[in-house]
């Protein structure tokens, strides 16, 4: 009894330490808890963002262009996703089309997670729809020996005219001033980079507060990042990126592969050898080379177009001009479908891209592509279409029509002479021997023949 006792009085004594060791831990304050790492949260197994403590970095040269917005969408979406500190923009770029700018513009500016644009390397540019890029980042900083400006709008189907140029200058430069206004940036010259095309170097971008500081290595751009404020609608807060690990996106194959098509020449002359290597191999089925090659060729011009602006009438169009210029070497039209392909294809051609932006269809690559097409097929696909209506001369078809002459009596049956051959023939009437009896069919080895004509 004695011993049950004490394992008794053993066993509330372990119960209380344990229930005051357990009020203790619940006593700490929430906040120590979080310092020493102990979360709730990642007590239950939760773990730390990839990105937190992180700067993230893309880099963008080349074209603004569908393919760069998508690829800044992304960063930001994982960005945001992954709590990263900061997104750094590498930038260098001639400009692009409009739209793309907008869209990526619109990104940075609703994102949770600033955006640091830094124009490098040395020798780089912000140009055109660059301008816009560096002015809605967080904070803006150019690498010695860069510049920024000459951002005036121009079109993809070339020369505007007076109404539409101002039309669009005017709309770009509201929307410059609202970009530089919102981000605390010189908003005068943002609309004379629009207006009047000026452009300066990276002390001139400070010095008028375009952007915020120079820096010449990624460094000593995160040093002079660190402690900036940056601001989403009423909420403030602070960078902290300096020595800070950084991840670099990498470029997948189909962003590659479409920066290296989207470009509206390189898609356009895809479209069309596409659709010559595949009418082609519908004209003469068993090349197989054609169709293969015309097949890829279509596929990656559709690929680049589902990226770019396009005009579908302009499509349409082209298509069109195909059509016709088929007729016109099956059909006698006395030219006029050719010239009816030629029209539609340069209309086609001069409405296939829309908008506005840096890009633009060469009027050159379009005339040239209009003279090439309308020569193939009104020169190289009419004669192959003339051959195949020429008279067949070789094989079992080609003994059809030739002359022969009957060296057994044919009662319906005997044997001719063709050339050097020795042929058995049978005829629908008795031909006497020495006769000339011309082919008219053949089954198997033996010639169907009627007799000739005697000449006068």
Not at 12 to 25: C, E, F, K, Q, S
Not at 50 to 64: A, F, K, M, Q, T
Not at 98 to 109: C, G, H, N, T
Not at 262 to 270: G, K, Q, R
Request: charged residues 20%; neutral net charge.
């Amino acid at each position: 009894m004695g011993d049950r006792s004490r394992w008794k009085r053993l066993g509330r004594l372990l119960a209380m330490v344990t229930m005051l060791l357990a009020g203790a831990d619940l006593a700490v304050p929430q906040a120590a808890r979080d310092r020493a790492g102990d979360a709730p949260s990642r007590s239950r197994g939760e773990r730390k963002p990839p990105g937190e403590g992180r700067v993230l970095v893309l880099h963008l040269d080349g074209p603004i262009s569908p393919v760069t917005a998508e690829a800044l969408e992304r960063a930001l979406g994982r960005a945001e996703h992954e709590k990263y500190e900061a997104l750094v923009i590498e930038i260098d770029t001639p400009g692009g089309l409009e739209s793309s700018m907008r869209d990526m513009v619109k990104d940075m500016l609703a994102s949770s997670v600033p955006t640091i644009a830094w124009v490098t390397p040395s020798g780089a540019h912000a140009a055109s729809a660059g301008v816009f890029i560096v002015m809605a980042s967080d904070f803006a900083a150019m690498a010695p020996g860069t510049n920024i400006g000459a951002a005036t709008p121009i079109s993809l189907q070339g020369p505007m005219d007076s109404t539409l140029a101002r039309k669009a200058t005017n709309d770009a430069s509201a929307f410059a001033r609202s970009v530089a206004t919102q981000r605390g940036r010189n908003a005068k010259w943002a609309e004379d980079a629009v207006r009047h095309a000026v452009s300066i170097n990276e002390d001139e971008a400070v010095a008028i507060d375009v952007v915020d500081t120079v820096a010449a290595t990624f460094d000593e751009l995160m040093a002079l990042a660190e402690g900036r404020s940056w601001r989403r609608g009423a909420a403030t807060a602070v960078l902290h990126v300096r020595d800070k690990p950084v991840d670099r996106i990498d470029v997948g194959f189909r962003q590659r592969l479409l920066a290296l098509i989207a470009d509206p020449n390189v898609a356009y002359i895809l479209m069309l050898l596409g659709f010559y290597g595949v009418m082609f191999e519908l004209q003469n089925p068993g090349a197989i080379l054609p169709g293969v090659v015309g097949g890829i060729c279509l596929i990656l011009a559709f690929l680049a177009l589902s990226v770019l602006p396009v005009n579908y009438a302009g499509i349409a169009l082209i298509l069109l001009a195909m059509v016709f210029f088929i007729a016109e070497v099956k059909v006698a039209s006395h030219g006029i479908l050719g010239a009816g392909g030629v029209v539609a294809l340069l209309l086609g051609s001069m409405i296939l891209f829309q908008g506005i932006g840096a890009g633009r269809l060469s009027l050159v690559v379009v005339l040239v592509a209009t003279l090439v097409t309308a020569l193939f097929f009104l020169l190289v696909v009419g004669a192959g279409l003339r051959a195949q209506a020429r008279r067949v001369t070789t094989g079992s078809a080609g003994l059809v029509g030739q002359r022969a002459v009957v060296i057994e009596r044919l009662a319906p049956d005997g044997s001719v002479r063709l050339g050097d051959e020795i042929w058995k023939a049978v005829a629908s009437t008795p031909v006497e021997a020495g006769n000339a009896v011309e082919i008219t069919g053949i089954e198997g080895l033996t010639l169907r023949v009627r007799p000739m004509a005697k000449e006068a």
